[in-house]
């Protein structure tokens, strides 16, 4: 690109929670922040996007509970960027079209590059080439998106079929969609030369903002007004929840893809995958000999064509083909593959029975560290706590029973009632019943704790009632 042309504004959608995934992905943990084998898709997404002679800062949309982990994973790749923290989910319509009004407050013409956090491409040379490809015919006014040569008929994706070249470039105005059609279709669109619609788009902000008030005027509008009323703080814009409610719950295919005449498509050559299944993950992963995706404390007999992932705990199968067996600390999935994505019907048969591990992993992570729980009954509960050098948490006033505080690793500067002080490894505090504390990490070092938390209704978590103080408070 010549005269410094090119600039993109990548913006990474961070929304969906990834059902189909459980128990990998839960609510606080949704697939995209998962650490999958290198990494978790987040991180590979940003990594993406850093090229600097192609790409600008990249702007990350996502929900306000999830910002603790952006803030965790970017640190982990010593990445930056801005972020927008959506107070309700609203899926794709609203988030480009956030992206798209924040974008034009830079430029009108600034041309945004929207992709999605829980994507996998293997070749991230090829994506970088793709969006320069892309750039002349979305700045003429296209709204691109990439297709992708579909290798089977997936019934989970959709298809887009090329119409009329755009003149001087490689890529094509859109001539119809089908959206996740049934398998016989599926194949017959592969028949006809249909791509996969692979959920990444690259539009001049001006375009998209027309081309949403064109179709999704309710859409726009509450975006707008929900940048106009937002905060700042942090951790990032807090849009404005009043007006972002107002959004419909659309997809951005639906709201203006599937009915503008301004779509473009550019194919590509890069592999990918939106792991929207296990059995998806599988077809992503590297196999062995025998077919086999294992991960972690996995071991296996006999086993061919078939995903195992042991996380902690170990997971062992022995004469099985085509299945997916996930077993967590806190729950163990076995399913066939050719099923799989049945687990989204499984996750919410058990969030309407109440249960607990449908949405909630056992580690929670917060903007000091995070805590895990350990050990659960009606009369206790143990937990490890990790805070970060310079973290503080404040609990207040126990409702549940008394708190036993052990530190197992750095220094803890803990003040309850009265009195405060520090405590070093092997030292221990106790925090009576309808106490508050507040413990702060001054070391260098992350600080480890276990909290044994006993009497009065101990069962009962305490995890909302702690405050998550910024990290740079001291004692």
């Known amino acids: 690109m010549r005269g410094g042309e090119g600039r993109i504004l990548p913006v990474i959608l961070c929304g969906g929670s990834g059902t189909r995934l459980w128990p990998a992905s839960r609510d606080t943990l949704p ?24 790409f600008l800062r990249p702007l990350v949309i996502s929900g306000h509970d999830l910002r603790f982990i952006i803030a965790e994973q970017l640190a982990q790749i010593g990445a930056g960027a801005d972020i927008i923290l959506e107070p309700v989910q609203r899926d794709s319509a609203a988030a480009i079209a956030v992206a798209a009004c924040h974008a034009a407050r830079r430029g009108p013409d600034t041309v945004v590059l929207a992709i999605a956090a829980d994507h996998v491409i293997d070749d991230p040379a090829s994506f970088a080439a793709s969006c320069e490809a892309a750039f002349e015919p979305a700045r003429q006014g296209c709204i691109m998106t990439f297709g992708v ?35 016989a279709t599926a194949q017959a669109c592969i028949d006809q030369g249909f791509f996969w619609n692979s959920g990444n788009f690259l539009f001049r902000a001006d375009v998209m903002i027309a081309e949403l008030e064109r179709f999704a005027p309710d859409t726009v509008s509450a975006a707008r007004e929900a940048l106009e009323a937002a905060t700042f703080d942090v951790d990032g814009i807090r849009l404005g929840e009043e007006a972002f409610r107002r959004a419909p719950r659309i997809s951005i295919d639906h709201a203006v893809m599937e009915r503008t005449a301004c779509a473009g498509i550019l194919p590509v050559s890069f592999s990918w995958s939106d792991i929207g299944s296990w059995d998806a993950l599988w077809a992503a992963s590297l196999r062995d000999a025998a077919g086999n995706a294992l991960h972690g404390n996995v071991e296996v007999v006999d086993v061919r064509d078939s995903l195992v992932r042991g996380d902690g705990i170990l997971a062992a199968v022995v004469g099985l083909d085509d299945v997916v067996v996930v077993a967590k600390p806190d729950a163990v999935l076995v399913t066939s593959r050719s099923r799989s994505g049945q687990v989204k019907d499984l996750v919410a048969s058990m969030r309407a029975t109440g249960r607990r591990e449908a949405g909630e992993p056992i580690r929670m992570h917060r903007t000091w560290g995070w805590h895990q729980r350990i050990d659960h009954g009606p009369h206790s509960q143990v937990r490890r706590i990790l805070v970060k050098p310079g973290g503080c948490l404040s609990l207040q006033e126990r409702r549940h029973g008394a708190g036993h505080w052990v530190v197992v690793r750095g220094i803890a500067h803990v003040a309850a009632g009265q009195g405060a002080g520090l405590l070093h490894a092997t030292e221990s505090i106790r925090i009576p019943a309808g106490s508050a504390c507040r413990i702060v990490n001054p070391g260098p070092i992350p600080l480890e704790m276990i909290e044994v938390q006993v009497g009065g209704g101990a069962g009962e978590d305490d995890v909302g009632r702690v405050d998550d103080i910024d990290a740079r408070s001291g004692p």
């Open 31 to 54: 697939k995209q922040f998962v650490d999958w084998e290198d990494g978790s898709t987040f991180q590979a997404a940003v990594r993406r996007v850093v090229a600097p002679d192609l």
């Open 149 to 183: 040569a579909p290798h089977y008929p997936a019934s989970g994706y959709g298809y887009i079929r090329p119409g009329r070249a755009i003149a001087g470039t490689g890529a094509f105005r859109v001539d119809r969609f089908v959206e996740k059609p049934d398998a």
